[in-house]
């Protein structure tokens, strides 16, 4: 079992950024392919980026390339989302998932494609 835990949320103004943490005590965490996803309320669950377990490939949907910024640290078992220029629209609750893979430079896009997830860190961008 695999106990991700996200960090880094919290009431911010527009144009402010954000780093997000994902962090886990799994010692083979660089065995995992991770994506970070979004749901604001009252809407279903958005892609927002995701992560090959080596780090050396990422993958943002068109709607979140320039202010998205994924990337992670194995040695520290933490992925990070960096968020820049924060809008309104950027409210939301940011889930981390991972999925163990054997395939180093593959990512996943599908929440379905994902075994295990955190509880989710609050971002509330206030205008």
């Known amino acids: 079992q695999v106990h991700l835990v996200e960090f880094g949320g919290g009431l911010v103004q527009t144009g402010d950024s954000l780093r997000l943490s994902c962090s886990t005590s799994?010692?083979?965490?660089?065995?995992?392919?991770v994506g970070w996803f979004r749901q604001a309320p009252g809407k279903e669950r958005e892609f927002v980026s995701a992560?090959?377990?080596?780090?050396?490939?990422?993958y943002y949907p068109d709607s979140k390339k320039g202010r998205f910024t994924v990337s992670r640290d194995n040695a520290k078992n933490t992925v990070y989302l960096q968020v820049n220029s924060l809008k309104p629209e950027d409210t939301a609750v940011y889930y981390c998932?991972?999925?163990?893979?054997?395939?180093?430079?593959?990512?996943?896009?599908?929440?379905?494609?994902?075994?295990?997830w955190g509880q989710g860190t609050q971002v509330t961008v206030s205008s």
């Open positions: 992560i090959s377990r080596s780090g050396g490939n990422t």
């Open positions: 799994v010692r083979t965490f660089s065995s995992y392919a």
């Open positions: 998932a991972a999925v163990e893979t054997w395939r180093d430079s593959h990512y996943y896009t599908e929440d379905e494609s994902y075994d295990f």
